[in-house]
């Protein structure tokens, strides 16, 4: 919205939300305390805010006054019920779709930005009809607009997208949102499909993403037991147009709200309409995606002769990629879960991501009272490098961070317990700084 608002001077941007201790940091004057890490982030919003971009709760007002509402809810995976752990709960959207009804005036576009399983955008218009007064000339358009982005790039993703895609049923309505894109979008990158098509591109889009990426990490684990590097296997397979370059890095296994969520999405549709080849297909990728993290946590185990017991390791990373401080799905929770498990200590480094938020992750809400946590005492956070690496048994790189990449690698293993190992999960260590140390060095899919 920020995006929007700053590419479009001329209209007015409110966003909304019940929580008051959110909207309230949006609202902070100090920029740094506004709720997401996001790079550019916040140049966009000091040069939008209070000039033609708003956040409030006071949603009533803002539905009265909108031609065009955006719902951008999150859309978990449900845990109860019929579908539970594959089927999205869609309890938010339809909470919003009741207020849209309860308090909008005149024709309003009701726009589904949330990722939503095929056919929500029908669910919504008979709850924003339900409401309908015969007296009042309240009318409605919904329209599919998914949201592409990825974290960490999220204002050039917005600023330069590949495409943007609006799913409807009347041309007048998508003509309108359309207009707002043409401010900084060429008209040839707008996509325009009917509903369903624009709802399934999303879950299809993502699926295809995730699958790459279990595809090499599949062949990762290939290139470790044949000789093969996973960095010119990718090169040599990504040259063909194609296949193309991007979604080939080898790592510790995809996280992120979306992907698992979007996959389990789709399985769930597919069972719905007894598609159980397809079905099954899809669980595939979840299912390489979770080996890859336990498969590493074994690798970790066993260069350390089998057990952690008493061992420190120190943990380089915790967001679920770079560029974020988000850690839901990261592969680190599990496999830092898995070393705890093992009984080893962790040292933990993130640059953006809190020590409160490593703790909720690793089950350790109550951190201040030290209950309910199993693994308590057995991790701890650091802010600096070297103090986390100090005296490690080893060191396991989670994260593409870029303040990895230079490390003095010499002076690093000086400061460990001998032996002592570094385990690169994202391949983001040359060689050429790893001469001249005694360091054990694996690296995910090099023979
Ligand atoms: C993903 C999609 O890329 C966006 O297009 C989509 O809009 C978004 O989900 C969403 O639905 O909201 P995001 O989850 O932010 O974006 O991040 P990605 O860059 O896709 O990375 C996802 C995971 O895959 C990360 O853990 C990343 O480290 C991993 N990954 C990605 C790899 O391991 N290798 C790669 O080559 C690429």
Redo the contacts with the bound molecule.
Sequence with gaps: MAVIAHNCPNLQVTVVDLNQEKISRWNDPDLSKIPVFEPGLEKVVKETRFKNLHFSTNFEEAIKKADIIFISVNTPTKEKGVGAGHASDLRFVESSARLVSKFSQGHTIVVEKS?VPIRTAATIMSILDSNKDPKDSKTFDVLSNP??????TAINDLQFPDRVLIGGNNSLAIDALEKIYLNWVKKEKIIRTNLWSSELSKLS??AF?AQ??SS?NAIAELCEVTGADINEVAYAIGEDRRIGS??????PG??????TK?ILNLVYLCEYFGLNEASNYWKEVIKINNYQKNRISKVVADKLFGTLTQKKIAILGFS??SNTNDTRQS?SIKICKNLLEEGAYLAIHDPKVSKLQIAIDLECEEISNHSNCDYINKWQFFEKIEDAVYSADAIIILCDWDCYKNLDWKEISNMMRAPSWLLDTRNVVSKKLLKDTNLNVWKLGLG
């Design positions: 990722t949201e592409f982005l990825a974290e960490g889009a993502n993403l790459r990426v090499i991007k979604f080939l890095q080898a790592g995809f996280g992120g709200s979306c992907f979007d679920f990629k592969a």
